[in-house]
């Protein structure tokens, strides 16, 4: 069973354990800032090739309808 600690005590474990926390807290926000980056770079590249495949279909679409259309 753990001793009784007295309120200077414990107020010095606590300041300890908040400081713990405080450095986990800021690599964890240091973790996600970094992966937002690298995240949001790979969605606009993402955004860039569907662009791009959007303007292949349709170029693709014109040149098949106007080939339909000259066949009749």
Known sequence: MKKKENLWQLLKRLDE????FNITLSEANRYFDSTEKKTKKLLKQHEKDL????GKVKS???NFIKKKAAKK
């Open 17 to 20: 354990e908040a400081g713990e």
């Open 51 to 54: 662009h791009k495949t959007i």
């Open 60 to 62: 693709a679409l014109k």
